[in-house]
């Protein structure tokens, strides 16, 4: 007997969706993640730059705030509370995605989990084993063949977003998706 119907290999949108159905379903469900729950999206992509850019709309509204009649002085960047309220909009969605989890009777394994055979799941020394396997495990940023990408200062969107040291005052982004 195995120890759970699904194992979803990847706790982003796409695992954690699965998994949570499954629950749903009454099939007995684990997640494996090696990182946050909520994936790239949630923790490093779609969530924490929307945050910046709100920052940004805010600061840019502020400065023309005397149009209407509205003073403000000395309007700045207080990039320390900025980064703060990020992480903070970032942690209170993951911990919802974590309570779906607990809501729904999940069980989150944390760690690698590497695919031993037909249903056998490692993570670190234990063994799982499924009756079905679900690879949710999602994708990382990637440096295209553009010469020049290597040098000082230039960063992947994970890099930018997890640093807590200040840019200079201009940004070149490469890539048009919903991270850039």
């Known amino acids: ?14 695992g954690y969706v699965c998994a949570i159905k499954c629950a749903q379903l009454g099939l007995k469900t684990a997640v ?4 946050d729950v909520g994936g790239t999206c949630l923790n490093r992509g779609c969530i924490p730059t929307k945050s910046l850019l709100h920052s940004a709309e805010i600061y ?7 149009a209407y009649g509205v003073k403000l002085e000395n309007l700045s960047f207080d990039f320390p509370k900025i980064e703060e309220k990020k992480a903070e909009v970032v942690l209170k969605l993951r911990t919802g995605v974590e309570g779906l989890f607990k809501a729904n009777k999940i069980e989150l394994i944390r ?4 695919i031993l055979g037909t249903g056998r799941v490692q993570v ?11 690879i949710a495990t999602g994708s990382v940023p990637a440096r295209p063949g553009i010469p020049g990408l290597d040098s000082e200062g230039v960063v992947t969107s994970d890099e930018l977003l997890e640093s807590t040291t200040e840019f200079d005052d201009s940004l070149v ?4 998706g919903v991270i850039g």
Not at 1 to 14: E, H, K, Q, R, Y
Not at 111 to 114: A, E, L, N
């Open 173 to 176: 982004i490469i890539g048009g």
């Open 111 to 114: 760690g690698k989990g590497t």
């Open 60 to 66: 840019e509204e502020a400065g023309k705030a005397a």
């Open 124 to 134: 670190g020394e234990e063994l799982y084993t499924a009756d079905h396997i679900v």
């Open 1 to 14: 007997m195995s120890d759970f119907n699904v194992l979803v290999l990847g706790a982003g949108p796409g």
């Open 32 to 35: 494996v993640e090696e990182r």
